[in-house]
């Protein structure tokens, strides 16, 4: 193995998170993420906005996530950037900086996948006794904008079996908490108001998604109908049955998460999954795996929750990997919105 210092700034900007991360190696130096805010008020996020922020964003959280590394930039090995997959406008505010840096410092540049790197996450070094998944494994990535399942048979040898048709799975918490007055974003509270409902109560369609898909557009529309229905009769349905509307809605989540979970499983004959993303967070879905290991002997692994929602972090594991294989990119590279695993 290595035993050089090899330092990585990675930078990440495809949505609404402005990141920058030091690496040493596959350890963590610094991980600083500025969340943008000003999209709450809209309930979602607004591109415009989004690339806006991370404007005025990148230069304060580089140079912060440099001296929390107690770092200088003329000690980068190369830097790391997120290519796509993401929003443009937001993309390009990281490609833009990172070809610049590293022309500047005349070190590589390396181009990141951003779902790779959600994946490559759990390979970040924590302590000697942190376990990482073997390969092959499946790689299970659930966020406000992706919902995929990836068999991973190396670092960079990966294949998507399956992924969402419409609505990621964090989407469809935002929406649906968006109906049920809650704010943005609303997985979190969703999550807290289940854990003291009846998930029995209410009944929500399991979609019929052939294959290694997920589809949750038809379970945001049943959400939509059935409080309409409700509230015409009781005006305070919702207000009245909050915890048990919410419990009902996680219990189909997980419900849809765990068959297709078994399902590829059963089709890969491997037992291991790694999760990642800001749904990974969630206690319905925790348990769930959890009771898989007993029950089928599934192995779970979740990284730290910092590096699961979207950082930095993960792309510098990848920087690093691609910096050991020399894997460098050109400086005429352009992002890419819908860059595919
Ligand atoms: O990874 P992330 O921070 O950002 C991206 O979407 O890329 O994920 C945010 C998503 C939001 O949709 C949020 O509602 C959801 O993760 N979320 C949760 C929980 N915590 C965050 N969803 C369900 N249960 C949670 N505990
Ligand atoms: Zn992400």
Redesign the pocket.
């Known amino acids: 193995m290595n035993s050089q210092k090899t330092y990585i700034l990675g930078i990440e900007s495809?949505?609404?998170?402005t990141a920058a991360a030091v690496l040493c190696n596959n350890q963590v130096l610094s991980n600083v993420v500025a969340t943008q805010k000003v999209h709450e008020q809209y309930g979602g996020v607004v591109p415009e906005l989004a690339s806006r922020a991370h404007q005025q964003n990148i230069v304060p959280v580089i140079h912060q996530a440099l001296k929390n590394a107690n770092i200088k930039k003329e000690q980068l090995s190369a830097i790391a950037f997120t290519r796509g997959p993401g929003l443009m406008g937001s993309l390009l505010v990281g490609t833009s900086f990172a070809k610049s840096m590293a022309m500047a410092l005349n070190i590589p540049l390396i181009e990141v996948n951003h779902m790779q790197a959600h994946l490559l996450a759990h390979f970040i070094k924590e302590n000697t006794t942190t376990a990482v998944p073997n390969f092959p494994f499946l790689g299970f990535t659930?966020?406000?904008?992706?919902t995929q399942i990836v068999k991973v048979s190396d670092y960079f040898t990966m294949e998507v079996l399956g992924e969402t048709l419409d609505d990621?799975?964090?989407?469809a918490?935002?929406k649906c908490?968006k109906m049920l007055n809650l704010n943005?974003?609303?997985?979190?509270e969703?999550?807290?108001y289940a854990q003291m409902g009846n998930p029995h109560a209410f009944k929500f369609p399991i979609p019929n998604v052939k294959d290694l898909n997920f589809s949750f557009s038809g379970l945001k529309t049943a959400m939509l109908y059935f409080l309409q229905r409700e509230t015409k009769n009781n005006p305070d349905f919702i207000q009245e049955n909050l915890m048990d509307i919410c419990a009902s809605f996680?219990h189909t989540i997980i419900e849809i998460v765990i068959k297709k979970l078994k399902k590829a499983v059963k089709q890969t004959h491997i037992k291991q999954i790694a999760i990642g993303?800001?749904?990974s967070?969630?206690?319905?879905?925790r348990n769930a795996l959890k009771d898989a290991e007993q029950k089928w002997d599934w192995k779970c692994f979740i990284p730290k929750f910092e590096y699961?929602?979207?950082n930095a972090a993960m792309i510098g594991i990848v920087g690093y990997y691609k910096f050991l294989q020399k894997d460098f990119t050109q400086n005429t590279i352009t992002a890419n919105a819908r860059y595919a695993i």
């Open positions: 495809s949505c609404d998170d659930i966020s406000g904008g992706h990621a799975i964090g989407e918490y935002d908490g943005y974003p609303a997985g979190a969703i999550d807290k996680q993303g800001g749904v967070a969630n206690s319905g879905i699961t929602t979207d």
